[in-house]
C-alpha cells in the first residue's frame, strides 16, 4: 500500500482542515480562472475531493478521488472517477473502518496522480499558508 508525497501531505493536511472547520465540507475557490475544489469527509477517515464541471445540466466529477487518512496522518488514495473519460477506479475498499488495497497496481498510479495534483492545486488555489 502506498502513500503520498510528503508534499502533497501537507496539501492534503490543509484541505482536510478546511473540511474539519466547516462541518465536514468546503467549497475552496481562491482562484476563480481555475475550477473549484470541493472537499468533503465521509465516514470513518476519509476525504473526497473533487472538481466538477457540467455538461448538458449534469455536474461532472473531473475527477474525483478518495483518500483514507490513517491513525498517523498519512494518506492512501483508493478511488479514482472522471466522468468526462468515462472512467472509475476502486484500488480498494474500507473493511471495518480500515483501508484494504485491492489492486496495487492502480492504488500506485492514483499516489502518482495526487502528487502531481496536490501540486497543481496547491498553484491553482493557493492552500499551504506557510
Known sequence: MNKVSKEAKLVLDELWELATQ??????????PSFMPLTIEKLDGNQISLCHYGEQNGDLMRDPEMVYYRDE???????????DYAGYEEFAGEIIENKLVIN???????QVEFTDIWMTNIEYQQNVLTT
Open 72 to 82: 498517523n496522518g498519512d494518506y492512501f488514495p483508493f478511488y479514482f472517477r472522471n
Open 103 to 109: 489492486n496495487e497496481e492502480q492504488q500506485k498510479g
Open 22 to 31: 466547516n462541518d465536514g465540507y468546503y467549497k475552496l475557490n481562491n482562484n
